[in-house]
């Protein structure tokens, strides 16, 4: 299967803790997002990378939150010292921007659960 | 501001009609989208309508867009069980060179057997 792949699916931590999440895009895809998903919520954007530079971040990605994509293929999305509130499925998706529509393609989620 | 708005659920016998309806309020973007969102599942894209369109049909799907009223809706022919998902309405962020999708809160369809 070639579509975006999340890992890991499910993380559970304690508040405080670090957790890191990894996506890999489809690999002729030049763009990559990230978006949360609270329960009963679409998706809200976090932010995005076309190739390795990251062009655009939300304000809800608060200084505990830090994302990248070194090598302009997969990204990790780092939260630091987790708080219960950051408890929502994080959302990867990727395509290949040339203009126009720029479909996205989803990977399945990574859900976080801060107790 | 982006706001996408939907109603949060619909129920409908199988083989019946569902409309599924949004509003957006950006004037200026300049396509919408359909995502479906099957339990555990990552988002899928249906279909999606340029702005200077006012209708797309796609198989059992249509899309009618009236951009004067900034109402969106899908339509799906002949509803299966299959189709009980969540529907989300999305619209292209401006400046649409970020690509950036502003999403509604989603609609729950039920379909009964």
């Known amino acids: 299967d070639t579509g975006v792949s999340q890992n890991p699916r499910h993380k559970i931590t304690k508040r405080g803790q670090n957790v890191t999440f990894r996506c890999d895009p489809i690999?002729?895809?030049?763009?990559l997002y990230w978006y949360r998903q609270t329960l009963g919520q679409g998706p809200e954007f976090l932010t995005y990378f076309q190739n390795e530079a990251q062009l655009e971040k939300s304000r809800l990605l608060s200084d505990r939150f830090s994302a990248e994509r070194p090598k302009g293929s997969f990204s990790t999305l780092e939260i630091q010292r987790t708080e219960q509130g950051d408890s929502a499925m994080y959302l990867c998706?990727?395509?290949?921007?040339?203009?126009?529509?720029?479909?996205?393609?989803f990977g399945e989620g990574s859900r976080l659960t801060v107790l | 501001g982006e706001d996408v708005e939907q109603s949060l659920f619909l129920s409908v016998r199988e083989g019946d009609s569902s409309v599924i309806n949004c509003t957006y309020t950006?004037?200026?973007?300049?396509?919408l989208y359909w995502y479906k969102q099957e339990p555990g599942a990552g988002l899928q894209l249906l279909t999606y309508?340029?702005?200077?369109?006012d209708m797309k049909q796609d198989q059992r799907l249509t899309v009618l867009l009236n951009k004067k009223d900034k109402h969106l809706s899908l339509r799906i022919a002949d509803t299966q069980t299959g189709d009980s998902a969540i529907y989300f309405c999305?619209?292209?962020?401006?400046?649409?060179?970020?690509?950036?999708?502003?999403f509604g809160q989603g609609t729950t369809l039920q379909v009964k057997p």
């Open positions: 999305a619209e292209l962020a401006p400046p649409s060179n970020t690509g950036k999708l502003i």
């Open positions: 998706a990727s395509s290949f921007w040339t203009g126009g529509t720029g479909e996205l393609f």
């Open positions: 309508i340029f702005s200077n369109m």
């Open positions: 690999s002729e895809h030049n763009r």
């Open positions: 950006d004037s200026s973007s300049t396509y």
